[in-house]
């Protein structure tokens, strides 16, 4: 056996390399080693940090030519892309939605102090993995309720440096990011804009009245294909989702939403609508990765609460809560012309929809009457029928339990309710 030189590792992987290319190629790897402190025995030399990067960047261009193949490095002649914008509030109320949804041992509530900026630059996605690992480590430690908190401590050169921790005691697990503030300017400036993911046309009018009073720009989608192209389109300051809707529900669009954001490195907050008050069903929405629940129930104030807390920095106020007339008008916030608009809905769909669900019963179609009866059980609730509602409800549970022989009187007990507040609206609200 000869004593010839074994050839260097680094070279075995790099099939039709010649003697000299792969030389050349150790070499330069050998050099990025130095550069970085990690070779064993030789000490990095006395190079500022702007000096190493370019250094390493030409030994690693180098190196890449010499096999042969394209440069993945961005070209430093190109303006880098910008950081993404993402609101840190709804990143946390994100992370703490997911831990419970993984079957954390205590919910994590969420504090975000006033210090910290509305909407920031920086890595989403980072924050999000730096969250969940906090959480966990509050979590295993049994330290009983969580409290997830971020506040400001100290600005830098480079940004604003936030400190993040799950829990109280001085020992709580925590870390620092820095961001750079991107909060818009207090005065004046562009309306926020809203995505009003919703189907059912009545609840539509309601809620998109009460955002405008807000002072959001809406836009509105019908399903939730349409809701993602909008989204991939538009730059949406908040998307309030409906979770029931034809051809992709508002979960299954939050899902593709949220894979979709992975890629472009800026998060939305979603606030899931329903009809539904059931507690499984705020969990499903916080799993598909919602940040907030709101019943379509809810006052114009209640949204504006709820809006508020996922949108920090930028605080939405109603009109003063006032006792309205009617139901309807508290729905609207006063506003007459959204009413009159929501009732003129209400009385030319509702006697269409108490049409279908006569077919559905006669036919033991289950999932129709199901279907029918949640928007109908919604509807109900704009106009303070709490009787008719509880109806709608029971039918949609009793078709959901396939007892299907209950139905019969179920549904006409909620047609004399419907009609009997369907005259009330028609003296109220109908053509003078």
């Known amino acids: ?200 046309p009545l609840s539509a009018r309601i809620m998109e009245s009460n955002l405008e009073a807000l002072d959001f720009r809406v836009m509105t989608a019908s399903n939730g294909k349409e809701a993602l192209a909008l989204a991939e389109e538009h730059r949406f300051d908040i998307i309030l989702m409906d979770i029931q809707m034809p051809e992709m529900d508002g979960m299954e669009a939050t899902r593709a939403l949220r894979r979709m954001e992975r890629k472009k490195g800026r998060r939305v907050p979603v606030l899931a609508v329903s009809a539904s008050l059931e507690e499984e069903d705020r969990k499903r929405c916080l799993e598909a990765g919602m940040d907030g629940f709101l019943p379509k129930s809810s006052s114009p104030e209640a949204m504006a609460r709820t809006i508020s807390s996922l949108l920090p920095g930028r605080e939405f106020l109603t009109a003063r809560e006032r006792e309205e007339e009617s139901p309807l008008l508290s729905a609207t916030g006063g506003n007459r012309e959204a009413a009159a608009e929501a009732a003129a809905i209400f009385l030319k ?55 299907l022989e209950g139905l019969p009187s179920l549904l006409y007990s909620l047609i004399s309710e419907v009609n009997r507040l369907l005259a009330e609206l028609r003296k109220e609200w109908g053509p003078r």
């Open 1 to 200: 056996m000869t004593g010839r030189r074994p050839s260097a590792p680094a070279s075995a992987g790099i099939p039709g390399a010649s003697g000299r290319e792969r030389r050349e190629i150790r070499r330069c790897l050998e050099e990025i080693l130095l550069l970085t402190g990690d070779a064993e025995t030789k000490t990095m030399p006395p190079h500022s940090a702007a000096d190493r990067s370019a250094s390493i960047r030409r030994l690693a261009e180098e190196a890449l030519s010499l096999l042969g193949g394209p440069s993945f490095l961005p070209d430093e002649k190109k303006a880098p892309e910008k950081a993404a914008l993402f609101s840190i509030t709804s990143v946390c109320f994100a992370a703490a939605g997911s831990a419970a949804a993984k079957g954390a041992p205590s919910a994590a509530r969420v504090e975000i102090d006033p210090s910290v900026p509305s909407l920031v630059e920086g890595d989403p996605l980072m924050l999000e993995h730096m969250l969940d690992e906090i959480i966990g480590k509050a979590a295993g430690a049994g330290n009983g309720k969580i409290i997830l908190s971020a506040v400001a401590r100290r600005n830098l050169p480079e940004g604003i440096e936030i400190l993040f921790s799950a829990g109280e005691a001085k020992n709580s697990p925590s870390f620092a990011m820095t961001f750079i503030d991107s909060s818009p300017e207090e005065d004046g400036g562009t309306p926020s804009l809203a995505l009003l993911a919703e189907d059912n």
């Open 349 to 403: 769909t509702t006697p269409p929809l108490m049409a279908e669900m006569k077919r559905a019963v006669a036919h033991g179609d289950r999932l129709l009457l199901v279907s029918h009866a949640h928007r109908l059980k919604g509807n109900l609730a704009f106009f303070g029928a709490e009787k008719a509602a509880g109806l709608a409800k029971a039918m949609e549970d009793t078709a959901k339990s396939r007892a």
